[in-house]
């Protein structure tokens, strides 16, 4: 049994979970739909983008709510809740998610290790799997040398656009404002919209964030309880208070670059570097890139992470570490041997997040509505019928979609 916190304070060893969890959020598929957002709509989507970031803050809450309570993660909980056929259901798009995750986190590390470095992309790719496996191999010195890494990286990412901002200045306050009215129209713009919510709710970081907790503090006694939930709700406001920053910074940006008559709209991260380069100069290209980079090689380690503990925590299975990455790492290092438009690829790889959400949300409500797993921890009714109304949202979403497509 892993000791109490004693002393009421001593609230700060809880945080850094959810820092691991928000790299998720800025992963580079982020990139893709957040650009692509602002290039052709400008601040339109900015309500997207304050709606996503405001679920996320929830639904991660949420998760780790599971992990603080029954010191097991969400899969573990599904393994010993439901039948067989769903967590076989489950464990499956669990897998289907991973691979969409890849592609995002390899091929935005090997464009951004392209644009500082000059690597073709597979050979980058393949970097960026080594670099992945130093990153996640710091966990065998405890914890917090593996969060203290993810949170530098994040930090680079936030860095690194706060600085685009102001170089490349040119922000419209009125259209910003405007851009909080919720409004789509087009097949095109639902697209961007799912990707962009499907690129900052991210199913495989749902079941991550309760996996997180198990070598903690275990919280002993209803007064330490109401401290360990103080300490996660200021952990995830925190982190995923930054990933919201980094999402609006890059939608910002896109709309005071690309969004002007006349200008051709990027055809991928290659160009948008490239015009940063030439419209704000070399050290807002370069910071382009350094994020991007950051926000790849986090996301990669992390990704990694969190195909574990779907696989263990559905299956009751573990393998080998490299054989687990090459199961989802392969399509993605086939998309950057073949693939000439990576933007595109991003966009859509979101796009299939964003359909495997309502499987994370639904069994993630359940659990947490349960008082006898749960405890004192277990959802409000109002928590609970705000993460049915998320899990709607999601749905709903995804329906309009594929009902703009089918018209």
């Not at 800025?26 to 052709?40: E, H, I, L, T, Y």
């Not at 679920?55 to 039948?83: H, N, W």
Request: aromatic letters at 8%; hydrophobic letters at 55%.
């Amino acid at each position: 049994m892993v000791p109490a916190v004693a002393a009421p304070g001593r609230w700060l060893p809880l945080l850094g979970p959810a820092f691991v969890a928000s790299v998720a959020y800025v992963d580079p598929g982020n990139f893709a739909s957040n650009f692509a957002g602002g290039a052709q709509y400008g601040y339109r989507f900015v309500w997207v983008i304050v709606m996503a970031n405001l679920m996320a803050i929830l639904v991660q809450y949420c998760a780790a709510k599971v992990g603080l309570a029954t010191g097991r993660s969400l899969p573990e909980v599904c393994r010993d809740r439901f039948g067989r056929r769903t967590r076989i259901v489950l464990w499956l798009q669990g897998e289907l998610v991973a691979m969409a995750t890849d592609l995002a986190e390899f091929v935005g590390a090997a464009v951004g290790l392209n644009l500082l470095l000059g690597l073709p992309l597979l050979p980058a790719g393949l970097l960026t799997a080594v670099v992945a496996f130093a990153v996640l191999a710091l966990q065998r010195g405890g914890h917090r040398r593996f969060e203290a890494a993810i949170a530098g990286l994040l930090l680079l990412v936030l860095g690194g656009f706060l600085f685009q901002v102001l170089a490349v200045g040119g922000q419209s306050a009125a259209g910003f404002a405007a851009g909080l009215v919720p409004r789509v129209a087009g097949a095109d713009q639902a697209t961007l919209v799912v990707a962009i919510v499907g690129a900052t709710v991210m199913p495989h970081v749902v079941y991550l964030h309760s996996a997180l907790f198990k070598d903690r503090p275990a919280p002993h006694g209803e007064e330490q309880r109401r401290r360990f939930l103080r300490a996660n709700r200021l952990d995830v406001g925190l982190g995923l208070g930054a990933a919201g920053l980094v999402n609006l910074s890059m939608l910002c940006v896109a709309a005071a670059l690309f969004f002007r008559p006349g200008l051709d709209l990027p055809g991928g991260l290659e160009d948008i570097h490239a015009f940063l380069g030439t419209a704000a100069g070399p050290a807002a290209a370069a910071a382009f890139a350094i994020a991007l980079t950051a926000s790849g090689l986090a996301s990669a380690s992390v990704g990694t992470y969190a195909g574990q503990v779907v696989m263990s925590g559905f299956l009751g299975l573990r393998i080998n570490l490299l054989l687990r990455r090459a199961v989802t790492m392969v399509p993605a290092l086939a998309v950057l041997a073949l693939a000439d438009d990576t933007a595109t690829v991003l966009i859509l790889s979101q796009v299939v997040l964003s359909f495997g959400i309502p499987f994370a949300l639904v069994p993630l409500t359940l659990v947490t509505a349960d008082r006898r797993l749960m405890g004192s921890m277990a959802n409000r009714r109002r928590t609970t019928l705000l993460m049915w109304a998320v899990t709607a949202v999601v749905a709903a979403l995804n329906a309009y979609l594929i009902g703009a497509f089918i018209r």
